[in-house]
């Protein structure tokens, strides 16, 4: 399971931390989320040394808005405190277009 961010004091800890981290964004209300969560967890295993997070957009708007997350599932990477890439719009994203996202940037 990903560790799942659920207050602005948890997001600010997690931007602290070293190294890439990759952050799902997700809404409750979105199938297209939902079919992402299911192959979310593999990624985990797949990518050593890369942290895996989940943030509901309903639950952190004031982030979801500061990052422009208004297409869901998005995923944004940072590298230590910075956001070094982004994928989100408003369509659905396979395993496979995820994989190759995450291949590319970190």
């Not at 560790?3 to 199938?31: H, N, R």
């Not at 297209?32 to 192959?39: F, G, L, R």
């Not at 277009?97 to 590319?104: N, R, T, Y």
Request: hydrophobic share 40%; with cysteine.
């Amino acid at each position: 399971m990903m560790s799942e961010i659920k207050t602005l004091k948890a997001y600010e800890d997690m931007l602290q931390k070293d190294g890439y981290k990759v952050v799902m964004f997700i809404s409750e209300w979105c199938p297209d989320c939902a079919y992402a969560d299911k192959y979310w967890p593999h990624f985990k295993t797949m990518y050593d040394g890369v942290s895996f997070y989940r943030v509901e957009r309903e639950v952190l708007p004031s982030v979801a808005m500061d990052l422009n997350i208004y297409g869901v599932p998005g995923f944004v990477v940072y590298k230590n405190d910075r956001v070094t890439a982004r994928y989100v719009d408003k369509f659905r994203k396979t395993f496979e277009q995820v994989k190759a996202f995450l291949d590319s940037n970190v």
